[in-house]
């Protein structure tokens, strides 16, 4: 996914408003108070238009980003907090906290994207909205032969517990689960690169398993060169009609060579232009979490991060097709609020994935990439003005067809009662974890005083309540309970850990 960056720093102390009008909009010291809960919202009284039925020129209230699945950011903070450490604020990313849980999405029953909307009352005036885009699943034996490059750091930063031992067990782990069909090619980079093993169609897996045992941790990081390299192998070994992407498995702690990301992401995104994507597994406690971010953004891919066995067994086992196929090329979403009903909002997360209006239907203008069965999540917070009623607002995606290149689109409208059940008590328990997850994400990214109370932003709209830790995990435990998923208790551990 290359896409337009905003200034590195204009994000990280707060909350990113979706639009210019939601600037002015802070919340006043008499709501700071407010209850979660408020009255129900009014029946609709107007019929519920089509899909981008409202003006095409009311930017103000048009709120347009890439999609993205990266889940890097959630990985590496849960590494960080059970190591007994608060997170820098700068890697704490909310949409990829939200991206991290399932979320049980209807599938479309062809290509593209299924859209799904619900939502929540926060307060009397201020709603939880949820955007929810679901891509098909892949069956059994659909997805196309893989031409896979890995670019292993074997530096001297790799050579602690969870780092290379991890990265090695997972490759072996993925070799043979692999298609005789597909093939591997290995190049590994300390001060130097070196091709460990050139293309090689995975029915040789005894000389796969070897390459994967003879990898060893070694002295300083050329990260750049070993992904240069990785692509002349990845070119070599290119095949028309099969999945072509590079796979970095790396600490991100560049220390020679080009150590800046500039001149890596234009290698990277030259020849992510050329049909081979690129994947970033981050490993490692000391992690460049901003560089493996911004190489996969350029390189048309994901960024993940895993610190446990199990975790990266299930990365490389269950979530292989959606790893390495491209369902939607260049995908991008685009919400307009009626503003007869809306006074302000704004979008959780997605600082650097936001794009102009305009940019929605340029077909020039990059997007996101995304595999099979991905669920992509977008939280909003919206205050309605008095007696709003009917119409919200609609919701459409726009994507390229990775084979034709052709555009598509699809979308979904929004009414006031999507938004009408009770956040905590009565919205589907998803919608609860999705909440629980971005709050919790916001407070890590606070960087004013009161930690270990109730994060304060200047970001909130006017009416929005402050949710204190201590609330979120009440409410992720019970949520825990309902649910039966190993990964909200395990959210409900990192919350007490927080706190």
Excluded at 70 to 75: E, F, L, N, R, V
Excluded at 104 to 126: E, H, K, L, N, W
Excluded at 138 to 162: C, H, K, N, W, Y
């Amino acid at each position: 996914m290359r896409i337009r960056r905003m200034a590195a720093g204009a994000a990280v102390a707060g909350l990113v408003l979706a639009a210019s009008g939601c600037a002015n909009d802070s919340r006043s010291a008499g709501d700071s108070g407010a209850g979660l809960n408020g009255p129900p919202a009014a029946a609709p009284k107007a019929p519920v238009r089509g899909v981008n039925s409202l003006a095409p020129d009311n930017d103000e209230f048009t709120s347009t980003f890439a999609l993205d699945v990266d889940t890097a950011s959630y990985g590496f903070v849960r590494r960080t907090l059970l190591d007994g450490s608060r997170p820098d604020p700068a890697t704490v990313r909310p949409e990829e906290f939200v991206n991290s849980f399932r979320q049980d999405y209807p599938q479309p029953r062809g290509s593209g994207f299924a859209v799904s909307v619900d939502g929540g009352r926060i307060s009397s005036d201020v709603r939880m909205l949820r955007v929810g885009l679901q891509t098909r699943e892949a069956s059994q034996g659909e997805r196309r032969d893989a031409r896979l490059t890995f670019v292993i750091d074997t530096s001297g930063s790799m050579s602690g517990p969870g780092r290379l031992d991890l990265v090695k067990e997972s490759l072996r782990t993925l070799v043979r689960q692999l298609r005789p069909s597909d093939a591997v090619a290995i190049v590994a980079f300390t001060g130097t690169a070196e091709t460990v093993l050139p293309m090689t169609p995975v029915a040789e897996r005894a000389r796969l398993l070897d390459a994967i045992t003879r990898l060893r941790p070694g002295d300083s990081t050329n990260l750049g060169g070993g992904l240069v390299l990785g692509y002349k192998e990845a070119r070599r070994g290119f095949a028309e009609g099969l999945t072509n992407r590079v796979i970095l498995a790396s600490d991100g702690l560049a220390n020679t060579g080009d150590t800046e990301s500039a001149p890596i992401l234009r290698q990277v995104a030259d020849e992510a232009r050329g049909d081979i994507s690129l994947l970033c597994v981050g490993v490692g406690s000391d992690y460049g979490d901003t560089l493996m971010e911004q190489l996969a953004d350029r390189g048309d891919g994901r960024a993940l991060y895993v610190s446990e066995q199990s975790k990266a067994d299930r990365l490389f086992v269950e979530q292989l097709p959606a790893t390495v196929e491209v369902r939607a090329k260049d995908a991008k979403a685009q919400v307009k609020f009626d503003p007869e009903q809306v006074s302000a909002y704004r979008l959780i997360g997605y600082e650097d994935r936001k794009l102009n209006a305009e940019d929605f239907h340029d077909d020039g203008v990059d997007g996101g990439e995304i595999g099979p069965g991905h669920a992509v999540t977008a939280l909003y917070t919206v205050r309605l003005k008095p007696d709003a009623a009917g119409h919200l607002g609609d919701v459409a995606v726009r994507w390229l067809d990775p084979d034709t290149g052709r555009p598509a689109e699809t979308g979904h409208p929004i009414t006031v009662s999507d938004t009408a059940p009770d956040l905590w008590s009565d919205a589907p328990v998803r919608l609860q974890v999705d909440a629980v997850a971005a709050y919790f994400a916001e407070h890590l990214k606070d960087v004013g005083v009161g930690h270990g109370t109730a994060f304060v932003t200047d970001g909130m709209l006017q009416g929005e309540p402050v949710v204190s830790l201590e609330l979120l995990r009440r409410q992720v435990e019970t949520l825990a309970r309902k649910s039966e998923d190993k990964d909200v208790a395990d959210l409900s551990t990192l919350l007490s850990r927080a706190s």
